[in-house]
């Protein structure tokens, strides 16, 4: 593909996303089947989107186009195959000097594989086939062999089903650990802890039907029309009914200005589109507390709040109100890069809203202040009432499609002692109590020797986590690494002193046990629970289902567990039943998932019941986080292409930033050249500044964008060597992936 760089001016969707779906569907080699699995994308009848964890609109309805959602569904029901030939012929080492690009588009793993540490007649390591039985004794027996089970680490993307979910966390407590990172912790932690000890409820509090009675809808830091593209059809509806919607974002996403929906005839046929955003604010990087705190003083100057909701269900109010008033403008305007009349702008917008919804996306969680942030945007819902009442509430929008499910079935390396302890009553075992390693204490631990084994239910930690050099270096450093996975990629090549790939079937795929054909479920970004069966025939014959896995293991390392481990994965309803013992909301769980749409599971805090230690609605005083301060003279978010899902790239165009052809650019604006003496279309070298010394990712093209000065952005994974390990938001630990401190060099010729 050529490498270009133009201005898109074209609206979100449309006929755009027609063609590039369609491209993606003949790539993959599925143009015949392409259809029907599409389809039978989050119908009653058939699987959940792999793609994100946006809702369904209406499980009766038709097929709900989402080009991203293609291009998700396409990349899994893929034919092409990485036989256990192709590893014959590829050496690990020369697989690793491929891209992920390159890794992704060889298509689907076929079998299990082995590398046993021997790196025979110096041309390199080469995985080798073993069959199912022996490739789990291997990992019995490595986790035999360590000292202490915390040994082990017990690594989950967010793909997972609440079926493998549940048997995984299980199977990980009998053996001995709560060591159970996730791929939250890099993602919506933030979030969780912010609103568990605000509201009592650390997930969403709204429904799509709140989205139909809003009349403000708030964006902070999250591209939907990359992202999220169902969550364009909302807002779409939204805007053409009048309400407003208000944007803080430190680029300009065209994604959130125009919307055609390609499954409206009328948009498509006249080359209509709607507005998104009413309001669009780019705050700098990081800004978003000092805005928001901007927006709380012209609503407390105003006086127009909710006293009667204030005062029957929240506590703080006049400390807030105190810090709040006490707030100089200069500071700020300053630190949010915004002025005060934009902020006056947008504060009419929400006093004049009765209803008003606050949507969050890792441009608010992956900063330092992730969880502050996170809060004094509940802060500003609370000052009105705009919690548990239609329209109104909290909205923070999940990433992987079951992320949230995965937590609720217990993968956390956190467990509550309720939990544990009727975890422990329902299967006869004492479960261990001590806390677990999160995504960074697992490196740490892995750097320190302390950690000797990591297995991984899905992902991509190698290319996922910060410090890709220090992470790299932890992995190898274990004994066994393990992989249970779909596709190839750079996890299965920086790999321990032994180690495995397991192959399993993916969500598209039909699930058959000895009870026959299995249907998983999952949960959405808004509490709703739903089935999810897969309708193609398995790539291959030798794939097992990840509870499969989970339970054959779990067998074989555990031949003293009371769990029938064979028995429950006979028939999916038998693990059911046991989450519905275990899991608080999951009563009935059978019966009440096997009605179509499946079920809600209820949020006490869209209630106005508070089950935090307060017993109230708490307004939590932060300060103005000072970032201008640091030493360096840029800051550096990490975000996704159009053309990737997360570590996955499909492809090499960000169609509304106008890149096509590369990943390995970086925008910067007009000022930063001028101030920098740098060019457009220069190349250059981001190094990141941190006390314990510079990183760098080498060789970005300089791309002039709208963007504030002081701020640059880049696309994830190619720029995390440059986030620093120890560098992770209070309390949460998430990493700072939005907010690197970097200076940029001219790059040397290539
Ligand atoms: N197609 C596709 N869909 C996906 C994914 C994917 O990779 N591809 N990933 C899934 C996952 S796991 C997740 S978590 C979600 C992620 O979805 P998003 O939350 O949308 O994630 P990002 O693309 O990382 O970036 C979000 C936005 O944050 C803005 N931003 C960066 N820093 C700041 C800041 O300081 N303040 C503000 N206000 N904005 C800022 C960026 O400009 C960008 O528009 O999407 C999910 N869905
Ligand atoms: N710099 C920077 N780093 C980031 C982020 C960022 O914005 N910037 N975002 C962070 C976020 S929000 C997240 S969620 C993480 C994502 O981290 P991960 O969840 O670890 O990464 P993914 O790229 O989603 O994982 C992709 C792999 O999952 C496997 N897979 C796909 N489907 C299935 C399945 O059904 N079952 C199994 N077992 N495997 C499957 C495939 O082998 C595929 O290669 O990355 C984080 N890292
Ligand atoms: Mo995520």
Known sequence: ??????????????????????????????????????????????????????????????????????????????????????????????????????????????????????????????????????????????????????????YTSGRTSNEAAFLYQLFVREYGTNNLPDCSNMCHEPSGVALGEQIGSGKGTVTLDDFHKAEAIFIFGQNPGTNHPRMLGELREASRRGCRIVVFNPLR??????FANPQSPVDMLTGGATPIASHYYQPRIGGDLAALKGLMKSVLESGEIDQAFIAEHCTGFEALRADVLAEDWTVIELESGLSRTQIEEAAAVYRASNATIACWGMGITQHKHGV???????????????????????????????????????????????????????????????????VVGSIEAMLRGEAKLFFAMG??????????????????????????????????????????????????????????????????????????????????GALLSEPAIVA????????????PWLWLIEDYDRIRDKIADVVDGFLHFNQRVHQPGGFYLGNAAAERRWHN????????????????????????????????????IYGLEDRYRGVSGHRRVCFISKQDLERFALQAGQWVDIVSVWHDGERFARRFLLI???????????????????????????????????????????????
């Not at 996403?253 to 125009?258: D, F, N, P, Y």
């Not at 054959?552 to 769990?563: E, F, G």
Request: aromatic fraction near 6%; charge should be neutral.
């Open 253 to 258: 996403e065209r994604g959130l200005e125009r």
């Open 372 to 438: 502050a942030t996170i809060q004094t945007i509940v802060n500003l819902l609370l000052l009105r009432g705009n919690l548990g009442k239609p329209g109104a509430g909290a909205c923070p929008v999940r990433g992987h499609s079951n992320v949230q499910g995965d937590r609720t079935m217990g993968i956390y390396e956190q467990p509550s002692e309720a939990f544990l302890d009727k975890l422990g009553r329902a299967f006869g075992f004492e479960p261990p109590r001590k806390h677990g390693h999160d």
């Open 613 to 648: 230690a307060a017993g109230k609605a708490v307004f939590c005083v932060h300060a103005i986080p000072r970032a201008l301060a640091g030493s360096a003279p840029l800051r550096l978010m990490t975000m996704r292409s159009h053309d990737q899902y997360n570590t996955t």
């Open 1 to 154: 593909m050529e490498k270009q760089v133009k201005t898109y001016k074209g609206p979100a969707g449309g006929w755009g996303a027609l063609a590039s779906s369609f491209r993606h569907i003949s790539e993959q080699g599925i143009v015949g089947r392409g259809a029907t699995t599409l389809l039978k994308a989050n119908q009653p009848d058939g699987f959940d989107c792999p793609g994100c964890a946006w809702p369904d609109k209406n499980q009766h309805s038709t097929f709900e186009f989402c080009e991203n959602g293609v291009k998700a569904v396409a990349a899994e029901a893929t034919r092409r195959t990485v036989p256990p030939e192709f590893f014959a012929q590829h050496s690990i080492e020369s697989l690793a000097a491929h891209d992920d690009y390159f890794l992704e588009a060889q298509g689907r793993l076929t079998h299990p594989m082995f590398y046993d540490g021997a790196d025979a007649d110096g041309a390199g390591g080469h995985y080798r086939p073993v069959d199912w039985d022996e490739a789990f004794a291997i990992v019995a027996r490595h986790l035999h062999a360590l000292d202490s089970p915390d040994q082990a680490l017990f």
């Open 552 to 563: 054959r293991l779990a067998a074989i390392t555990l031949p003293h567990s009371k769990t």
């Open 459 to 540: 992902g991509n930690f190698a290319a996922a986590s910060p410090d890709t050099v220090r992470t790299a270096q932890a992995l190898r450093q274990c004994e066994l690494t393990v992989h249970v996975s779909t596709k190839l990629n750079r996890s299965h090549l920086v790999h321990g002193r032994q180690a495995l790939i397991l192959p399993c079937l993916g969500r598209t795929e039909i699930d058959v046990q000895a009870g026959g054909v299995q249907s998983v479920t999952v949960e959405d970004s808004m509490s709703m629970v739903h089935l999810s069966g897969g309708i193609n025939p398995p790539v291959s």
């Open 704 to 750: 002039e964008f709208d963007i504030p000065a002081g701020c640059i952005a880049s696309y994830y994974p190619e720029t995390n060597p440059l986030v620093p390990l120890d560098s992770y938001a209070d309390r949460a630990r998430t990493p700072t992936s939005k907010s690197i401190p970097v200076r940029l060099q001219p790059a040397e010729a290539a």
